[in-house]
């Protein structure tokens, strides 16, 4: 994976400077496709695994008190990191230190709002799936991880009521899960492929010209991100009695192909699967709490970036921020997450944010010239944080295994088939 790295942006490199178009668009396939794969495996992973995993528990109570502590240290992380996004801001004063035309203001087509949770969390369909159609008249199939892992509990739940009737179902989920994680290994197999595509083509697309303007905007979310993840996250595991090393080495494969791939649903396999295998988080828990980290625990794009982002709307528009307001972004970036957890990203944020502070929507035109290269840092963080929460809760219930997180790491960091299927 280290390799594809360097070979990707070596060739995106070559791409960019030398024009071959040909190379960046082959790049740009082979990064696409391997997200894609990864995207595809997603609904019957986090369904059957949460149905599983469920059905597995004898007590629901047991379940409740992991959900409640894992909403909890999403919490607490999520208010330290906007925090420190705050900081960064009022120090750097992003706003006043740009040159971006203003012309380049404009409204984003899609906005958060407070009733987003309400619309995401309820099913449109069993597998919270939706269509759309494409400007050629194409129909393409999306999902919501949200609904997913809502009705993959509701079940669960059912399957647990319905007693020894229901054996036969939980057989067949079992077998079925096997079979997908045997898959999901394949996949996952192609991680140093998918990484050349993608980092080539991140590096073929974008360039220093791009990012001038709004250098110093784009050194703070860097700058805090990796506060979050070197400083913050650390001393976090510290607490805990726990390696930050081991850590970052176990999370590793799902970190590099966060800051890549920038998208934490494509990423979560990874994530679930290396928070079990090499972090040592029970799988009957990290199936529940991976998936749902994916889609509400966002500290890179949730937390870090809209709190720096409304700064620097408001210094740029010369609107003077309170306060009132700085408790309002710190309580947006905690609780937003969640609540625009139907419709994620970083963009829907960011306006749930302005919109709530009362600062102008154009804005957010300013920043999206930008945001592939930000939203690289921001999903590794995210990410980090995805594994980081899971692994604290198991060791604070007394369920981590130890054994597996302090071991010494296999040479394939993946891991084989029949771990997986184990």
């Known amino acids: 994976m280290?390799?594809?790295?360097?070979?990707?942006?070596?060739?995106?490199?070559?791409?960019?400077?030398?024009?071959?178009?040909?190379?960046?668009?082959?790049?740009?396939?082979?990064?696409?496709?391997?997200?894609?794969?990864l995207r595809t495996i997603v609904v019957p992973l986090v369904?059957?695994?949460?149905?599983?995993?469920?059905?597995?528990?004898?007590?629901?109570?047991?379940?409740?008190?992991?959900?409640?502590?894992?909403?909890?240290?999403?919490?607490?992380?999520?208010?330290?990191?906007?925090?420190?996004?705050?900081?960064?801001?009022?120090?750097?004063?992003?706003?006043?230190r740009t040159s971006v035309d203003r012309s380049a203001a404009s409204a984003p087509g899609t906005t958060g709002s407070w009733t987003d949770f309400l619309q995401g969390i309820v099913p449109s369909n069993i597998l919270g799936l939706e269509g759309s159609t494409g400007d050629d008249g194409s129909v393409s199939l999306g999902f919501n991880v949200l609904?997913?892992?809502?009705?993959?509990?509701?079940?669960?739940?059912?399957?647990?009521?319905?007693?020894?009737?229901?054996?036969?179902?939980v057989a067949f989920s079992e077998s079925f899960l096997a079979v997908v994680q045997t898959v999901l290994w394949w996949?996952?197999?192609?991680?140093?492929?998918?990484?050349?595509?993608l980092i080539g083509n991140a590096v073929a697309s974008y360039g220093w010209d791009l990012l001038a303007p709004l250098a110093v905007f784009t050194i703070d979310v860097y700058v805090g991100c990796a506060i979050v993840l070197l400083v913050v996250y650390p001393v976090v595991l510290r607490l805990h009695g726990l390696s930050p090393r081991k850590f970052f080495s176990g999370a590793w494969p799902?970190?590099?192909?966060?800051?890549?791939?920038?998208?934490?649903?494509?990423?979560?396999?990874?994530?679930?699967?290396?928070?079990?295998?090499?972090?040592?988080?029970?799988?009957?828990?990290?199936?529940?709490?991976?998936?749902?980290g994916a889609t509400t625990k966002m500290d890179g794009c949730a937390a870090i970036y809209p709190a720096l982002a409304a700064i620097f709307v408001a210094q740029f528009f010369g609107v003077d921020l309170s306060v009132t307001d700085y408790?309002?972004?710190?309580?947006?970036?905690?609780?937003?997450?969640?609540?625009?957890?139907?419709?994620?990203?970083?963009?829907?944020?960011?306006?749930?944010?302005?919109?709530?502070?009362?600062?102008?929507?154009?804005?957010?035109?300013?920043?999206?010239?930008?945001?592939p290269v930000l939203d690289m840092m921001r999903t590794m963080t995210n990410v980090?944080?995805?594994a980081l929460v899971p692994t604290i809760v198991a060791k604070r219930e007394g369920i981590l295994d130890e054994s597996v997180y302090d071991g010494d790491r296999a040479s394939d960091p993946v891991g084989d088939p029949a771990l997986v299927a184990a």
């Not at 007590?59 to 240290?73: D, I, K, M, P, S």
């Not at 590099?256 to 990423?267: D, I, M, N, Y």
């Not at 679930?272 to 799988?283: A, D, I, K, S, W």
């Not at 990203?345 to 929507?361: D, E, H, I, K, N």
């Open 254 to 292: 799902a970190l590099q192909l966060a800051f890549v791939s920038r998208s934490s649903v494509g990423t979560m396999p990874v994530t679930q699967y290396v928070t079990t295998r090499n972090l040592g988080v029970p799988r009957e828990y990290a199936s529940f709490a991976v998936p749902l």
């Open 47 to 96: 369904f059957l695994a949460i149905v599983v995993s469920v059905a597995r528990l004898r007590e629901v109570t047991n379940a409740a008190r992991l959900a409640g502590q894992t909403l909890l240290w999403f919490a607490i992380t999520a208010a330290v990191a906007v925090v420190i996004g705050i900081t960064i801001g009022l120090l750097t004063d992003p706003g006043l």
């Open 327 to 371: 408790l309002l972004i710190a309580f947006v970036s905690v609780v937003g997450s969640a609540a625009t957890a139907g419709l994620t990203g970083a963009v829907v944020m960011l306006t749930l944010t302005l919109s709530t502070l009362g600062l102008p929507l154009e804005g957010v035109g300013l920043l999206l010239a930008i945001d």
């Open 187 to 197: 996949i996952i197999r192609l991680s140093p492929l998918g990484t050349l595509g």
């Open 384 to 386: 980090a944080g995805q």
């Open 2 to 37: 280290i390799a594809g790295l360097v070979v990707g942006a070596l060739l995106g490199w070559v791409a960019r400077t030398w024009s071959v178009d040909g190379l960046a668009t082959t790049l740009d396939v082979i990064g696409s496709s391997f997200v894609s794969l």
């Open 147 to 169: 609904q997913i892992v809502v009705v993959a509990l509701l079940i669960g739940v059912a399957v647990l009521k319905t007693g020894k009737k229901a054996e036969p179902f």
